[in-house]
């Protein structure tokens, strides 16, 4: 009579276990055939995904890298129009945008092109290619890339005299790699077009900001001379 009125508070541990089987086991034979599809889907969706990646990205992006080296060497030496178009023995950037573009040496190309373009007065060219390039975040290089594509959309948009849009982009490419090198550069090229827009006080602003976040910066050396030059006014 005192076992029947004992509390069961606690489950024998190899009852649990062998419920929690039977569950188990139960739950297969029920669901099996939507188990196994489900499985394969996912065996199929991840080995495209990895087969794609190395049997077909990485090959394209090695044979872009690949055919855009004499593109690169000729760029290096002032070939501009070389290096857009090529020779017909060699690729040009404009030959690996159109069979690469969708590969990191492909956005590479756009790049490229942009400042081809741009080196040789074609600015609406350069300015179509410099937009097409997509910036990378997550490095110091990538952002110094970024940068300098700002900044050279800013330079074609100054020669075709829209000068509001080149002072956004400077400033663009100020905020965008914030180091010695691009930003107190490209801060400059915006206060000197502010100045020609007749925003002084803008132009102040830019100036007064590489004296003090820059202060080690090439163009922080006779920045006080362009202070200097609006405060008198």
Known sequence: MAEQNKPQTEQDPEVAIASAIGKV???IMKNGRSLLIALAVVVVV???FFGYKYLVVGPRAEKAAAM????EQQFAADSFALALNGDGNFAGFLDVIAKYGSTPAGNLAKHYAGICYLKTGEYAQALEYLGKYSPETGSAPAALLAAQNY?????????????PEAVKLYEKAAATGKNTLTA?????????????LGDNEKAL???KKIATDYATSME???IQ????RIEQQ
């Not at 959309?153 to 000068?163: I, N, S, Y």
């Not at 107190?184 to 020609?196: A, D, H, N, Q, T």
């Not at 001379?225 to 200097?228: Q, W």
């Open 225 to 228: 001379k362009y202070i200097g």
């Open 25 to 27: 086991e139960g739950f």
């Open 205 to 207: 602003a830019a100036y």
């Open 68 to 71: 855009m080296f004499m593109a």
């Open 220 to 222: 922080a050396r006779d």
């Open 184 to 196: 107190p550069y490209y801060l400059k090229k915006s206060g000197e077009v502010y100045e020609k």
């Open 46 to 48: 991840v080995g495209g």
């Open 151 to 163: 900044g050279l959309q800013g330079d074609a948009l100054v020669q075709t005299g829209k000068l």
